[in-house]
């Protein structure tokens, strides 16, 4: 899986916002913040990852366990498919 084409991150003021480009201006009706965690999420799947890849990139980022990892990864993907993200 990977972002959809037509978003890209960008850092405003501090904070991470999901900004649509493009034809995707037209029909993106919402503002994204992502907080750090996010962010590195989102930037790993700015070229396709599977899960299992984004764990591995997680666990090398941040001193977390596993489980707590596989949850906070669950709930992004389950956001970022609910907005419509990925592909």
Request: charged share 30%.
């Amino acid at each position: 899986m990977r972002i959809k084409d037509g978003f890209v991150l960008k850092e405003i003021a501090g904070v991470n916002v999901v900004v649509p480009i493009a034809s995707q201006m037209v029909s993106f009706k919402a503002i994204i913040s992502l907080n750090e965690s996010g962010a590195f999420l989102w930037k790993q799947l700015e070229s396709e990852k599977t899960e299992e890849e984004l764990l591995k990139a997680f666990l090398s980022e941040y001193d977390i366990d596993e489980a707590t990892a596989l949850t906070d990864i669950a709930e992004f993907l389950s956001n970022m498919k609910k907005a419509d993200l990925l592909v």
